[in-house]
């Protein structure tokens, strides 16, 4: 059983090239450690980003409740929560 819905929207790509979705009307960020965009890798838009991570939420885990400052969290979003990417 789903329960809770929760809305994301790419925030941008971190430093080390980790893409990032923040949580509507919230502090909390998103991302993945494991697939990377480099910001020389042309031709990678939002639309690539967001239609990858649509196939692939499980890769997301928590970052924490900022963009670019700290090492990620890294603690996997549960099970019960099912992502919505806007």
Known sequence: MIG???NIKFHGVDFWSRPVYKIENKELYLGSLDTLFPSD???KTKKDIDNYFKKNLDELVIFGSTFDE???LGTKVRK???L???
């Open 84 to 86: 919505n990417i806007l």
């Open 4 to 6: 809770e819905v929760i």
């Open 80 to 82: 019960e929560i099912k």
């Open 41 to 43: 890798e042309h031709g």
């Open 70 to 72: 700290h090492d990620p």
